[in-house]
């Protein structure tokens, strides 16, 4: 199960990920929002991220317009690690080293094609562990 949220700019972007996990068989826990009313994408982040966090998620994708604002909400949170991913090569990385529980993406960025190959990358890819997940828990250590 993954877990998606976005706010009013990446509605849209949303729902075609939506479609396209459920295209695979990938049961998807959808958070909203669903129409351009505005919203303030931190609170759209916690509410993702604290799902996340509970561990009955594989993984999250958060979205706003440029997936910036809410990617930097989703880390100031303990135990995330969010990625901005506006390329395949760097959602690939994002799993390889960073081993990211939540990827960002930004609906005033990509188009839909793009946006879905981006996820299909990370997805695709797998966490190489090793020095990497040393990085990681440092970057956890700085939460204390
Ligand atoms: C909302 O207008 C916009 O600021 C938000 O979606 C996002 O791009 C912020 O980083």
Do not use: W
Not at 20 to 26: C, I, R, T
Not at 38 to 50: H, K, L, W
Not at 120 to 144: C, P, V, W
Request: net charge negative; proline share 1%; aromatic share 6%.
């Amino acid at each position: 199960m993954i877990v998606i949220g976005s706010d009013h700019g990446a509605f849209e972007l949303k729902s075609v990920l939506v479609e396209h996990l459920k295209s695979k068989g990938v049961e998807v826990c959808d958070c909203g929002v669903f129409d351009a009313t505005s919203v303030d994408y931190p609170d759209v982040a916690q509410v993702v991220c604290e799902k996340v966090n509970s561990g009955n998620y594989e993984f999250g994708i958060l979205l706003c317009g440029t997936g910036i604002g809410i990617s930097i909400a989703a880390n100031k949170i303990d135990g995330i690690r969010c990625a901005l991913v506006n390329t395949e090569y760097a959602a690939e990385k994002a799993k390889q080293h960073n081993n990211a529980n939540v990827i960002a993406l930004g609906g005033r960025v990509l188009g839909p094609d793009l946006a879905k190959n981006i996820l299909d990358a990370f997805m695709n890819t797998s966490f190489e562990g090793g020095r990497h997940q040393m990085r990681i828990d440092k970057i956890h250590a700085l939460e204390k």
